[in-house]
């Protein structure tokens, strides 16, 4: 099992960012996906939850209204779309899968930075 994470990078404060997780070894469309996220000298903090079957998602109120998380089953592939981004945005973005049978698999991450 492997998830593999892309679309870090630097952004100005109020642009935007596309991140993906790859998935492999299971099938994506069994899982729920979150994002989390890890700022320097911070805790993780959750960022969004897409259900297995993709019709329900969830954020925090820090990011709600600004990322929008979604799937492609056919692709095995999770994206975090973020927009508006802020410099408390910066932190480096994990892709996490709970998975039927009680497993959870983390990616390694993908660093965004948000500063002008």
């Known amino acids: 099992v492997q998830l593999v994470e892309s679309g870090g990078g630097l952004v100005q404060p109020g642009g935007s960012l596309r991140l993906s997780c790859a998935a492999s070894g299971f099938t994506l469309s069994s899982a729920v996906m979150r994002w989390y996220r890890r700022a320097p000298g911070k805790e993780r903090d959750w960022v969004a939850t897409i259900t297995s079957g993709g019709s329900n998602t969830y954020y925090p109120d820090s990011v709600k209204g600004r990322f929008t998380i979604s799937r492609d089953n056919a692709k095995n592939t999770v994206y975090l779309q973020m927009n508006s981004l802020k410099q408390e945005d910066t932190a480096v973005y994990y892709c996490?899968?709970?998975?039927?049978?009680?497993?959870?698999?983390w990616g390694q991450g993908t660093q965004v930075t948000v500063s002008s």
């Open positions: 996490h899968a709970d998975v039927p049978g009680g497993n959870d698999y």
